[in-house]
């Protein structure tokens, strides 16, 4: 098994804390499939729907920071 790759600011996951990270990512790309499928109809108010995609993200970012807890700012 080659040496993994040292991050700055993280401690090394564990195989549990990779798979919910994995889970979060899964989740959030169907998230983001129903936004691409929001955004095609006519009768959706795409800056709300725009807001409501960053949000998202912004959520999805920290659930991710929330399970690999970096010691670092950035």
Excluded: H
């Excluded at 409501?52 to 970012?61: V, W």
Aim: overall charge negative; some cysteine; glycine content about 4%.
């Amino acid at each position: 098994m080659p040496e993994e790759t040292k991050i700055t600011g993280y401690k090394p996951l564990s195989d549990e804390q990779k798979a919910l990270m994995n889970e979060i990512k899964a989740k959030g790309n169907e998230l983001g499939a129903l936004f691409d499928e929001l955004f095609e109809r006519e009768d959706v108010d795409k800056r709300s729907l725009s807001i409501a995609k960053t949000e998202a993200q912004t959520a999805l970012m920290w659930a991710n920071r929330a399970v690999a807890q970096p010691t670092t700012f950035c």
